[in-house]
């Protein structure tokens, strides 16, 4: 593991992400429930289909990744953020019971629970974005990840923006461009925050972690600026509604992808150290995902409807819920063993391995590449989805019990030193 470019010493509490990756695997759970019970499900716009996806992309996805940013910026980018823990609880809070507000608003058609959604999401995003764009504009470090990081947060603000936007007026009757507004909501939350955060951490966690050479200088220093304008590109094309303009831009965007993906696959066929790795196969399984997901989407003028939610389906799932489970696999023993050893524990701390067992780590992805496969069944045989559901809910129990495990091996620890 390469650790030396890292500013270990600047740290947040282990507390601080860990309560995000503790409680996002329930978001699961509760997506899992509402497709198992929810009607309509043929409708990409139904109710329960846009309640459960929002669980997914805001209660699991949000909350992981808030959770890392706070703890990639002071140890990656050398930056800590402002009031920390401050932060931290005025971002947690307000997204759980935003989402759960959201998703309630959704399936019960309550202008009132979606009113609320607004408030406390802007909360939960406002405090998370000014401490991130604070922390960013005090870091001296000058890397590609943290170009990246800019452009996320870039990205997170205006999906943020418009995605309230879209759940006020949804909630009071406005006359806004429903249709518009959510394809650009929607390009940048998974095109932007999305995809940007995942790129520029990869630039450090695959080398890092996987033991891979670095990515080319060409690559990690002009893929984020490079996405960033196939964006804004698509942006432009629907405010002009010119459809060549938004096919050069989403073909441009998919082809950074297909770059990103194949490099990545290359390094870590590159890799030092052959032994098979659980985590480094989610990371794989993302990478296929992502180029699955620009070959249905490059298809799509032939079938659109079908190919897009494919691409959609691929893109969620596939790339963007592999690689944040191999990175949670990855990153919560790594955070159990370096703070029970920059604590003073010198003798006792449990080895990586041993932290999460990693029979565990392939069952879920065994698991996931089904559910995966699940999803897709359910744009062909609608009564897949309740493998897609049964999926995700193992799933999640999976990545609870592994989380809850490594918080106890963490306290056990800490309790076996003291006595």
Known sequence: MKTASLSTAQAPPISVPLRFF??????????????????????????????????????????????????????VIGSPMPAQRWVAWFSFLPLIVG?????????????????????LLGLAFLTFIAASLISLSRATAQNASKNALWLAISALTLAVT????????YANGLPLNYPQLALAHIALALGGWVTMLIVGVSFQVVPMFQLTPNYPKWLSAGLPPALCAALLLFLCSRLLESAPLGYLAEALFWLLAV???TITLKLQSQRRRRVADATLSFFRLGMISLLLAALFSLLA??????????????????????????????????????????????????????????AWMWRHLWLHFLTLLAALMTLYWKAAVWLLATGLALQGILLC??????????????TGMEK
Not at 311 to 338: D, E, R
Not at 401 to 414: D, G, K, M, Q
């Open 162 to 169: 418009l995605g309230s936007l879209l759940a006020h007026g």
């Open 22 to 75: 503790a409680i996002a695997p329930l978001f699961l759970l509760l997506a899992a429930w509402i497709l198992a019970w929810g009607d309509d499900l043929s409708n990409p716009h139904s109710p329960a289909l846009l309640a459960a996806t929002h669980c997914i992309t805001l209660g699991f996805m949000a909350l992981v990744m808030l959770g890392a940013v706070q703890q990639i910026l002071p140890v």
């Open 401 to 414: 019990f592994a989380i809850v495990t490594a918080i106890t091996v963490y306290r056990r620890t800490l």
């Open 99 to 119: 989402t759960l507000s959201l998703a309630g608003g959704f399936l019960l058609h309550e202008p009132a629970l979606l009113n609320l959604a607004c408030w």
């Open 259 to 261: 770059s990103f993906a």
């Open 301 to 358: 003028p032939f079938s659109p409807e079908l190919f897009k939610m494919s691409a959609v389906v691929t893109f969620i799932l596939g790339f963007a819920l592999s690689v944040i489970h191999g990175m949670l696999y990855k990153i919560i023993p790594f955070l159990i063993w370096f703070h029970l050893f920059r604590g003073g524990i010198k003798k006792g701390v449990p080895n990586m391995k041993e932290i999460i067992p990693e």
